[in-house]
C-alpha cells in the first residue's frame, strides 16, 4: 500500500514530463497491429515502425494545418452573424413561438450582448494567432512545447520496436500461477480496447468528414465546424446525430429561414446513422467492446462528474476493460461450488 502511495505521488508529480510519453505509448499501441501486417509481408520492424512514425507525424502535423483556418474563418463568420440572429429570433421567432404555441421567448440583455460583439469582432478569427502569441511570449511554455514535439515521434518510434519486447518482459515477470489467467484477460482486453480506440477513431473521423460534405452540399454556411463536432461526439451512442440535427437544423433556420432545407439536413444525418450501424460500426468496431448503450453513457456521465474533461475522454477505454473483468469474475462465479451447490436443507 505504501508503494503505491508513493508510487501515485509520484507521478502525479511527475505528470507534465509524462506527458509526452503517454502520448507516445498510446500511439506505439495504435501503431503496432500496423507494423504486425507490415512485418508479416516481409519488412523489418524497424522499417515498418519508421514509416507508421512518419504517417502519424504527418497526419498530427498536417491535419490541424488544413483544418485550423478553415474552422478560424467559420467561427468567425458565425460569430459576425450572431447580432443578425439575435434580431431574428428577437423579432420573428418570439413573436411566432407567441402567437402558435404559447411560449413567450425573451432574451435578457440583447442589446449589450450585440454591442460586445460589435466591439470585439475584430479580433473574432485570430483565436490561432493568439495562442501562438502567448506561447512565444512565455520562453519556458515555448521550450516545453518544442521539446514535446520532439520528443513524442522519437519515444514513440522506440516504443514501437520494442513493444513486442516490453509486452513479453512484463508477461515473464508475472507470477506462473497467475501468468495463464492474467494474460487471457490482458488479450482479452486489447482486443477490446483495439477495437474501441482503432474503430471507434476511424468512424469518428468518417463521420465528421461525411457530414461536413453532406451539410456543405446542402449549402450550409458553417458545415465543417458542426460536421466535425457531430463526428467527435459521435462515440457517445446517438449523441453525434442528436446534437448535428438540433444545431445545423438550427442554423440551416437562422440562415435560410425555409423549413424545406431541414430536410437535406434529416437526410445527411439520417444516411449517416444508417452507414454508422449497418457498416462503419460493424465493419470497424464490430460487437467485441460488449457494452450496452445504456452502459456507455453511464460511463461517459460517471467519467466526467469525478474526473470532468479527461473522464469523458477516459471513460469508455476504462469501462471496457471494466466490462471484461466483469465477465471474467461472473464466468468464475458460475463456475464455483458456492453457485452450483444445492441447499441440502431444501432438498430434504
Known amino acids: 500500500l505504501a508503494g503505491t502511495l508513493v508510487t501515485g505521488w509520484l507521478l502525479f508529480l511527475l505528470a507534465p514530463v509524462l506527458t509526452p510519453f503517454l502520448i507516445a505509448a498510446l500511439l506505439a499501441y495504435l501503431g503496432d497491429p500496423l507494423v504486425d501486417r507490415m512485418k508479416s509481408h516481409g519488412l523489418s520492424r524497424t522499417v515498418g515502425t519508421s514509416i507508421v512514425v512518419v504517417v502519424f507525424a504527418l497526419i498530427i502535423v498536417l491535419g490541424p494545418?488544413?483544418?485550423?483556418?478553415?474552422?478560424?474563418?467559420?467561427?468567425?463568420?458565425?460569430?459576425?452573424?450572431l447580432p443578425g440572429?439575435?434580431?431574428?429570433?428577437?423579432l420573428d421567432l418570439a413573436p411566432w413561438l407567441a402567437a402558435n404555441l404559447g411560449?413567450?421567448?425573451?432574451?435578457?440583455?440583447?442589446?449589450?450582448?450585440?454591442?460586445?460583439?460589435?466591439?470585439?469582432?475584430?479580433?473574432?478569427?485570430?483565436?490561432?494567432?493568439?495562442?501562438?502569441?502567448?506561447?512565444?511570449?512565455?520562453?519556458?511554455?515555448?521550450?516545453?512545447?518544442?521539446?514535446?514535439?520532439?520528443?513524442?515521434?522519437?519515444v514513440t518510434f522506440y516504443m514501437l520496436r520494442d513493444w513486442d519486447h516490453f509486452v513479453?518482459?512484463?508477461?515473464?515477470?508475472?507470477?506462473?500461477?497467475?501468468?495463464?489467467?492474467?494474460?487471457?484477460?490482458?488479450?482479452?482486453?486489447?482486443?477490446?480496447l483495439g477495437a474501441f480506440l482503432r474503430g471507434?477513431?476511424?468512424?469518428?473521423?468518417?463521420?465528421?468528414?461525411?457530414?461536413?460534405?453532406?451539410?456543405?452540399?446542402?449549402?450550409?454556411?458553417?458545415?465543417?465546424?458542426?460536421?466535425?463536432?457531430a463526428g467527435l461526439v459521435s462515440f457517445i451512442p446517438y449523441l453525434g446525430v442528436i446534437f448535428g440535427l438540433l444545431v445545423a437544423g438550427l442554423a440551416?433556420?437562422?440562415?435560410?429561414?425555409?423549413?424545406?432545407?431541414?430536410?437535406?439536413?434529416?437526410?445527411?444525418?439520417?444516411?449517416?446513422q444508417m452507414l454508422e450501424g449497418m457498416i462503419l460500426t460493424p465493419w470497424l468496431v464490430g460487437d467485441r467492446v460488449?457494452?450496452?448503450?445504456?452502459?456507455?453513457?453511464l460511463a461517459v456521465l460517471a467519467g466526467g462528474q469525478l474526473f470532468g474533461f479527461m473522464g469523458i475522454l477516459l471513460a469508455l477505454?476504462?469501462?471496457?476493460?471494466?466490462?471484461?473483468v466483469l465477465r471474467h469474475l461472473r464466468k468464475r462465479y458460475r463456475e464455483s461450488d458456492f453457485y452450483g451447490r444445492s441447499d441440502e436443507l431444501g432438498n430434504e
Open 65 to 81: 494545418l488544413l483544418l485550423i483556418p478553415v474552422l478560424q474563418k467559420q467561427i468567425a463568420a458565425f460569430v459576425r452573424a
Open 85 to 90: 440572429i439575435l434580431d431574428w429570433a428577437t
Open 103 to 154: 411560449i413567450e421567448l425573451t432574451i435578457p440583455g440583447v442589446d449589450s450582448i450585440k454591442s460586445a460583439f460589435t466591439k470585439n469582432l475584430e479580433r473574432v478569427g485570430n483565436i490561432a494567432v493568439d495562442v501562438i502569441t502567448y506561447i512565444s511570449r512565455s520562453g519556458f511554455a515555448l521550450a516545453g512545447w518544442l521539446a514535446s514535439v520532439v520528443l513524442i515521434p522519437v
Open 168 to 192: 513479453a518482459a512484463i508477461r515473464d515477470l508475472l507470477p506462473r500461477h497467475m501468468e495463464p489467467t492474467v494474460s487471457a484477460l490482458a488479450r482479452e482486453s486489447d482486443e477490446v
Open 200 to 229: 471507434q477513431l476511424s468512424v469518428m473521423i468518417f463521420l465528421g468528414i461525411f457530414y461536413s460534405i453532406g451539410l456543405t452540399l446542402a449549402g450550409l454556411e458553417w458545415s465543417l465546424t458542426i460536421g466535425m463536432l
Open 252 to 272: 440551416v433556420l437562422i440562415q435560410s429561414q425555409d423549413l424545406l432545407q431541414l430536410m437535406w439536413v434529416l437526410l445527411v444525418f439520417g444516411t449517416g
Open 290 to 297: 460488449g457494452l450496452h448503450p445504456v452502459a456507455v453513457i
Open 317 to 324: 477505454p476504462v469501462a471496457s476493460v471494466l466490462a471484461v
